[in-house]
């Protein structure tokens, strides 16, 4: 099939061309910087040049990029937990999904893969086989909330929009060393011996191209998958680094009351910061993993076929990957040298 991916040069965005490609399919980007293409692709051993030039939120930029495709992979999205980008998160997260999305669904093309996530359905009742809405009041918990409702709303009317839920997102070859790139480096190098007491739901970049190139199949309707993964906490997160390097990385689970606060005070600080400099402690990562909810993916591995990586192979894979872009010291790998 032809499939416009859009955000394909982002972190989710670039492995799903790769796996797209790799299953034989035509793939065109929606790119606003042409030269990030191959910044993006290259690592993963691809090339596309199907590109059509424009930001995501220009209605003729999307009309153009939608024309002579049969499905899309909707992957644009502003992720950040940094409560500096608040109004460029809710803006561009729910109107891009607007354009790319409710376009799709006016030409016919089939199937519409929206890359959700679950903090659009984390909530303190925990999650359910019905997927529930979340209930975090906090930007990007938010904007991705009302993006699918949304996509909810298309799909009450039969639209073959298939909603996929990552979490949060580890693995090698991030092309922009994002939000999570960033805390799994501190936490490599000791400098965030705690963790908020509760878990959130933590995925491979890899299973998630994974989930999309396997609902990239015609006819089969609206369609809901978590992308398989696991329940990470301090003891999982720590434990697991512990067993791969042999590093003693000692951590202290915080409660709430603790947490909050001193995340707080640290996006007080960020706010004074360059914009390059950010300080790996969010209000909404707290508020996540306060919640500790869990979420089913049984649906996921009985239709498609896929079942998460074990956990050590992903914080392997991502410090070996880190290390060999220099982002991290060679003796970090510990046992792994």
């Known amino acids: 099939m032809k499939v416009l991916v859009t955000g ?21 980007m929606l790119v606003r910087r042409a030269e990030q293409v191959p910044k993006s692709l290259d690592p993963l051993g691809v090339s596309v040049d199907d590109l059509v030039i424009g930001d995501v939120l220009d209605p003729e930029v999307v009309a153009a990029a939608l ?5 899309v992979v909707h992957a644009a999205a502003v992720f950040s937990l940094d409560a500096r980008r608040a109004a460029e998160i809710t803006r561009t997260n729910l109107r891009a999904t607007e354009l790319v999305v ?5 030409r016919d093309l089939d199937p519409i893969v929206h ?14 086989p019905d997927l529930p809405l979340g ?20 799909q009450s009317i039969g639209a073959p929009v298939v909603s996929v839920y990552p979490g949060g997102v580890l693995g090698p070859h991030d092309p922009y060393l994002g939000t999570q790139a960033e805390l799994f480096m501190w936490i490599v190098k000791g400098r965030l011996p705690v963790w908020p007491t509760g878990g959130a739901h933590y995925v491979d970049v890899r299973d998630v191209a994974d989930v999309v190139a396997a609902c990239l199949v015609p006819g089969r309707g609206p369609r809901r998958y978590v992308v398989p993964g696991h329940h990470l906490d301090g ?5 697991t680094l512990h067993k791969v390097t042999g590093r003693w990385l000692p951590f202290v689970n915080t409660h709430t009351i603790v947490a909050k606060p001193f995340t707080q005070f640290a996006e007080l600080v960020n706010k004074v910061l360059p914009d390059s400099m950010h300080l790996p402690a969010d209000v909404e990562t707290v508020e996540l993993a306060a919640r500790d909810t869990r979420f089913d993916t049984s649906r996921t591995t009985e239709e498609l076929g896929i079942a998460a990586r074990p956990f050590e192979e992903t914080a392997r894979d991502t410090l070996l990957w880190l290390i060999e872009i220099g982002a991290l010291a060679s003796r970090y790998a510990g046992n792994l040298r």
């Open 235 to 239: 003891d999982l997160m720590h434990g």
């Open 115 to 128: 890359i959700s996530s679950t903090v659009a359905l984390t909530c303190r009742d925990g999650g359910g």
């Open 67 to 71: 024309d002579g495709v049969d499905a």
């Open 135 to 154: 209930d975090v009041e906090l930007p990007y918990a938010k904007s991705k909330r009302e993006s699918e409702v949304q996509i909810r709303a298309l």
């Open 102 to 106: 409710g376009g799709a669904v006016e």
């Open 8 to 28: 394909g040069t982002g972190y989710v965005g670039a492995h799903i061309v790769a796996a797209l490609i790799r299953d034989g399919h035509d793939v065109r």
